[in-house]
Each structure stands twice: as C-alpha cells, then as structure tokens.
C-alpha cells in the first residue's frame, strides 16, 4: 500500500487549504482513512476520518472548519481546511487501517492506522 500526500503550504489566519491523499493498494472494501497531524514537540493528534460506509468523524479542535471527503474508488482522500488558525500549523499525514479504529477512540491519538504516507507541512503565519 502506497499513500501519499500533497497540497500542504504556508497561509494567513483565516485562510484555507486543501490537502490530497493519494492511496494505492488498499484490497480489502472496508476501511478507515484519514488526516493526522503532529506539531514540532506535540503528540500526535487525529484530525478527522472516513470508512467506507462514508461515516466521519473530527477532533473537536477542527470541527466545522475542515471537511473530509472521499472519491467513490477510495483512492482518493480530501481535507478541505477553512479558517486556519496558528494553531493547525503542524505535519498532516494521511493514513488507512481496518475500519474499526474509525469507531474506536484509538484514531485521536493518531493511532489504529497501518499505512502511514510521508506528511505534508501546513504552516500558519501572518
């Protein structure tokens, strides 16, 4: 499985972006894929995520500023990023697992994926 990441930058408060996963090899028909994200000296947060039964869920730190969306043939994974703040700037990664960790608490601290892509950088900055 190959997963990789684009679309990451450097923008204003209040701005937004949109980050692009690209993920190959993913057999099985259920799954969970999302966004994690890790600032310089910071744990592990999960930021939102996706199963093929198109349920989603967020942290609660980005709830109703980012929007994570899925093309039909789950190759293809979204995070739209509205009203940026300085607190958002850290390395995203996307990642797949079983289905399950989308139902679980494990995806929050970023835990539960199997494949991990290598991040893309976010930095928000006046």
């Known amino acids: 499985v190959q997963v990789e990441e684009s679309g990451g930058g450097s923008v204003q408060p209040g701005g937004s972006l949109r980050l692009t996963c690209t993920i190959s090899?993913?057999?099985?028909?259920?799954?969970?894929m999302g966004w994690v994200r890790q600032a310089p000296g910071q744990e592990r947060e999960g930021v939102a995520v996706?199963?093929?039964?198109?349920?989603?869920n967020y942290a609660d730190s980005v709830r109703g500023r980012f929007t994570i969306s899925q093309d039909g043939a789950k190759t293809t994974l979204s995070l739209q990023m509205n009203s940026l703040k300085p607190e958002d700037t850290a390395m995203y990664y996307c990642?797949?697992?079983?289905?399950?960790?989308?139902?679980?608490?494990?995806?929050?601290?970023?835990?539960?994926?199997?494949?991990w892509g290598k991040g893309t950088l976010v930095t928000i900055t006046s």
């Open positions: 990642a797949a697992g079983e289905a399950r960790t989308c139902y679980s608490r494990a995806w929050h601290k970023g835990n539960g994926m199997s494949y």
């Open positions: 090899g993913y057999t099985s028909n259920t799954y969970c």
């Open positions: 996706v199963d093929n039964l198109v349920y989603r």
